[in-house]
């Protein structure tokens, strides 16, 4: 990963098996190694395009206090009854429109960076009832995946084979 940081501009998404299962601290990990490989803070950007939570977060004060870019509540919030007046409204953004609201979001915080962290929302379909999820993203913003699960052999070692079929139906890479 460092390497290829080093020969040109990544984005990378943080997914993980369900909700809640570490990837902000895997992202915040990932910026502080960043940092100590000898990257600077202007050259990394730090990204959650959609979420279920608007909370301030330990990642972004982590962003603010290194003069990292972050941007920790991206355009889409998947608050509740958010799917429902989606579906119910016609008129309302369309699923394409969250997609490139996503891409257009990570796009633009990564101009001038070397590498941008995009965390994911909750496990990776997430969204999908809406085309919005993350493989959606990663897809839009031509990023490969880091995925993160729980610890052990059997229930873990599936987990994250259904979670990596579901990105690799997409083209998504799928790292590890």
Do not use: W
């Amino acid at each position: 990963l460092f390497a290829a940081v080093a020969a040109s501009s990544l984005k990378l998404l943080v997914a993980g098996d369900k909700s809640s299962a570490g990837k902000s601290t895997v992202s915040l990990g990932l910026l502080v190694a960043l940092l100590d490989s000898g990257l600077k803070p202007h050259d990394i950007a730090y990204i959650k395009p959609s979420t279920q939570c608007v909370a301030s977060t330990l990642v972004a004060r982590f962003c603010e206090d290194q003069g990292i870019a972050c941007e920790h509540v991206g355009p889409v919030v998947y608050y509740r009854g958010f799917t429902r007046k989606l579906l119910d409204e016609p008129a309302g953004p369309n699923a394409g429109t969250l997609v490139e609201q996503c891409s257009e979001a990570v796009s633009r915080i990564s101009i001038g960076k070397r590498i941008t962290v995009i965390d994911g929302v909750g496990y990776p379909a997430v969204g999908s009832v809406v085309g919005c999820s993350s493989a959606d993203v990663a897809v839009a913003c031509e990023a490969p995946v880091l995925l993160v699960g729980k610890p052990g052999v059997g229930d873990a070692v599936d987990s994250f084979n259904l979670c990596a079929r579901y990105f690799e139906a997409q083209s998504v890479p799928v790292l590890g």
